[in-house]
């Protein structure tokens, strides 16, 4: 499975968006992006998921880049609440689980 | 409540000694996996299991056994604790992880120190 690249840390405003990058450049073309966060000492939470289309659910946005290789996960409007470690990784589909791991994520703290 | 069930949530036990961690799931799915956290860091895959009687190592197996006699219950054995073995452990399913790509739901960690 292919390793992502996030920022440590980012800060955000109450009430603004949140972007969230993660750079995956040696997708594969059968590799699915997934979102996580972990709040505090909880398990991880799931997010959102895509391939190549961006998605949207109650919680997120995900937009990926054309070439794959980067997307971003889109908190539209950041509470307090949201301040979380965020985790990218890549999995295949239609096979076992592989090796892959969370990597340290992105600590973002959103400050009133 | 249906869901992903981890007992007990705090474990302190000495080097040597033979702990095991359970994990309880009601969906039937049939992924299950265990991670570890250390302190600071993100998770790592230990074990995996694609169903009954099927396991497989993740990243970092050693020190660790685990077994899946039954669907709904994948237990964490380490045989022989070691201080380096002191952290946080996640179980967690999902259904079908391969074919339909469902997410991993978690569950609550169980946290253990080996003094």
């Known amino acids: 499975d292919a390793k992502t690249t996030q920022p440590p840390s980012m800060d955000c405003a109450e009430g603004r968006a949140a972007n969230l990058p993660c750079n995956h450049s040696t997708i594969s073309g059968n590799e699915y992006v997934y979102w996580y966060r972990q709040i505090h000492s909880q398990g991880p939470q799931y997010i959102i998921h895509g391939l190549k289309n961006n998605e949207t659910n109650e919680m997120a946005s995900l937009i990926i880049t054309e070439d794959r290789k980067s997307s971003t996960l889109i908190l539209p409007h950041a509470t307090l609440r949201d301040t979380a470690v965020y985790y990218c990784?890549?999995?295949?589909?239609?096979?076992?689980?592989?090796?892959?791991?969370f990597g340290d994520g992105t600590t973002l703290t959103v400050k009133p | 409540d249906a869901g992903i069930t981890q007992s007990p949530r705090y474990k302190i036990t000495e080097t040597g000694r033979q702990v095991t961690l359970m994990c309880h799931q009601t969906w039937s799915h049939s992924y299950m996996f265990w991670y570890r956290q250390d302190l600071g860091h993100g998770l790592r895959l230990i074990y995996y299991?694609?169903?009954?009687?099927?396991?497989d190592k993740g990243e970092v197996p050693d020190g660790y056994v685990v077994s899946r006699s039954k669907t709904e219950n994948f237990p964490l054995t380490l045989e022989s604790a070691t201080r380096s073995q002191t952290s946080v452990y996640f179980c967690?399913?999902?259904?079908?992880?391969?074919?339909?790509?469902?997410?991993?739901?978690f569950g609550d960690g169980t946290r253990l120190s080996i003094l």
């Open positions: 967690a399913s999902s259904e079908s992880w391969g074919a339909s790509n469902q997410p991993q739901h």
């Open positions: 990784i890549v999995r295949v589909a239609g096979t076992n689980a592989g090796k892959s791991t």
């Open positions: 299991s694609a169903a009954a009687d099927i396991t």
